[in-house]
């Protein structure tokens, strides 16, 4: 670890990363690895610098018993979110329930565009494949295995390829994120067991109920590991493309277009399109291209202002 630094002011100062901000307050995860309530320098108001969960900073720590500091700089950025508004960020794994609830494919579709848009690689994680079938595995694991993604089943009841889940993460900062009721909680606090008693404790603090109001969130699961949790979302827009665009983000596509009989098909209504032929053949998966259709449609349809 690098040894401590000292301000001009004589207060102890040390990098760290942001790991919560809520009403004012950002909660820094130092090098000493103590977690510190800070404030952010007025210089980033008047520069109009907001600081974002994920921010590597420098700190300078004004009562080391109180574990209480200030922000005095936000180190560059290597990458940026822009929903969530969150910075540095590595990967992405989404996660959904096999079964209760049924997974919303169309929404999983959704998310993954909107991660590739931001150039954000996706790990899809299925989970409670302890009490789902072999055929609910089997339609999913032929719909995602071509996406581009890592895909893997997993049990966190059962604890089962959990380690595998951890070694994905090792040495990244990783955004969560999926429905309500798919067992995010629970992976969360398998990982980092201290997880609800430090929001629980941040929470406490600022007078605020730890479940009334949901916020980005980066545990630290060593030293150079952190995951994220993000509200669970139930719906999900497009960013801004046009609906031409849209087969670029569906790579099963790709081995199948130079069979199409027009340059630029888009694999909807075109005669003699090689992708829908790969459809009919059973080389495409039929659950991804009905969500390509829904989301072309969407695209083709939306209003413009």
Known sequence: MRSLEYADNGKCGMRGKIIRGIAGFYYVHAEDLVIYECKARGIFRRENIKPLVGDDVELEVLNRQGRTGNIRKILPRKSRLIRPAVANIDQALVLFAIVKPEPNLNLLDRFLIMMEQQGLPCVICFNKCDIASDRE??????????????????????QEALAEVRSLLQGKTTTMAGPSGVGKSSLINYLHPNADMETGAISEKIDRGKHTTR?????ALDGESYIMDTPGFSSLELFDMEKEELKG?????????ERCRFRGCVHVSEPGCGVKEALSEGKISEVRYHNYTVL????????KY
């Open 137 to 158: 595995r089997e339609i999913l694991q032929k719909a995602y295995e071509a996406c581009g993604c890592r895909v893997l089943f997993i049990s966190v009841k059962e």
């Open 215 to 219: 916020h980005s969130e980066l545990f």
């Open 249 to 257: 983000f569906y790579p099963e596509f790709e081995n199948y277009e």
């Open 296 to 303: 072309y449609n969407e695209l083709k349809d939306r209003k």
